[in-house]
C-alpha cells in the first residue's frame, strides 16, 4: 500500500533473510495470499517475485540426521511451544520444503559448506525439492568453508555475497513482468 512512499516498486517485491529469516523468506515466498498467515488482512497481496533465503532452516518435519532431535526439541520448548508428536500438522506447515510448488518465484538459495548451526544439507535438499517442482529458476550457492551467517560482517564474501543476490535480482527483473496482482 504504502510502498512508492519509501521509494519501492509495487510491482517488484522480493524477500530475503538469514538462518530464521531464511526460513521466514522462503515460507513467506511459497505461500502467496494463504488465509492462515494473513488474518485480518486477507485481501492483501502477499505474492513475491523473489526469494533469496540464506542458510535457512526449510524442514520442521523430519526427525532423523544430524542434530534433527535437538531442533525438534528447540521448536517445542521456545518456538512452536507446542509438542510435535500432538501438533505434527504445525510443524509441517511452518516447512518450506513441504511447501515447495509449481507456481513458486524463482529462488536463489545460499548456504555455507561449514554451517554448524544449520547444515548444508537443508540448503540442499530444499534447493532439490524445489528444482523438481518449480517451473521457475532455483539458483543455489554454496559457499566453500563458510560457517552460519557468512555474510554479516564486512568480507570479501560478504561483499560477493551481495553483490551475487544483486545481479539474481537484476535478472529476475530484467526478465520478469510484473507477476504481483495489485
Do not use: C
Not at 540464506?54 to 521448536?75: M, N
Not at 510435535?84 to 548456504?111: C, E, G, K, N, W
Not at 532455483?138 to 568480507?155: L, R, T
Amino acid at each position: 500500500e504504502h510502498i512508492a512512499e519509501y521509494g519501492g516498486d509495487p510491482d517488484f517485491v522480493a524477500i530475503t533473510g538469514g538462518s530464521a529469516g531464511g526460513h521466514l523468506a522462503a515460507l513467506a515466498a511459497l505461500t502467496p495470499d494463504d488465509p492462515q498467515y494473513q488474518p485480518g488482512f486477507t485481501e492483501a497481496d502477499t505474492s513475491v517475485v523473489a526469494a533469496v533465503p540464506l542458510y535457512g532452516r526449510y524442514d520442521w518435519f523430519t526427525t532423523t540426521g544430524a542434530g534433527r532431535k535437538e531442533f525438534i526439541a528447540f521448536l517445542q520448548r521456545l518456538v512452536v511451544k507446542k509438542k510435535f508428536a500432538t501438533h505434527r500438522q504445525v510443524y509441517l506447515d511452518a516447512s518450506p520444503i513441504t511447501r515447495v510448488r509449481a507456481d513458486a518465484p524463482p529462488f536463489f538459495v545460499l548456504h555455507g559448506t561449514d554451517d554448524s548451526i544449520i547444515p548444508v544439507t537443508e540448503g540442499r535438499e530444499f534447493v532439490e525439492a524445489l528444482r523438481a517442482v518449480s517451473t521457475a529458476p532455483v539458483a543455489y550457492a554454496e559457499m566453500p568453508h563458510a560457517q552460519h551467517a557468512f555474510d554479516f560482517y564486512g568480507s570479501p564474501r560478504a561483499h560477493y555475497t551481495a553483490e551475487a543476490v544483486e545481479r539474481f535480482l537484476s535478472w529476475v527483473q530484467a526478465g520478469s513482468s510484473p507477476q504481483r496482482k495489485n
